[in-house]
């Protein structure tokens, strides 16, 4: 069992940045990725990091604006949002998974954290 807490999320205008956080109990290493969730929407895959961190994969519409990154030491990883745009705006929910692959896909996720809301004001 990994339990998952988000934080950094909030109300930012559009052009802006935040970053999200996502802290795992625990000493094991898994592969973990952020999704999100609008009102009305189904649950997307955002970004996702392997668990040595090499391998990094971003959904379309935020590659370029958003970075996934991980640290080893607190095992933490972190969604950096820049250039946010009012259709970010959503819950965004951390994942943990043994491997990338699985992390991927939103109905093989074994571990979710509870999310954190993003809001992008016009």
């Known amino acids: 069992q990994v339990q998952l807490v988000e934080s950094g999320g909030g109300l930012v205008q559009a052009g802006g940045s935040l970053r999200l956080s996502c802290a795992a109990s625990g000493r094991r290493v898994y592969a973990m990725a952020w999704f999100r969730q609008a009102p009305g929407k189904e649950r997307e895959f955002v970004a996702a990091?392997?668990?040595?961190?090499?391998?990094?994969n971003y959904a379309d519409s935020v590659k370029g604006r958003f970075t996934i990154s991980r640290s080893s030491a607190n095992n933490t990883v972190y969604l950096q949002l820049n250039s946010l745009k009012p259709e970010d705006t959503a819950v965004y929910y951390c994942?943990?998974?043994?491997?990338?692959?699985?992390?991927?896909?939103?109905?093989?996720?074994?571990?979710w954290g509870q999310g954190t809301q993003v809001t992008v004001s016009s």
């Open positions: 994942a943990a998974d043994p491997t990338i692959t699985q992390v991927m896909s939103v109905g093989r996720v074994d571990y």
């Open positions: 990091i392997s668990s040595g961190g090499s391998t990094k």
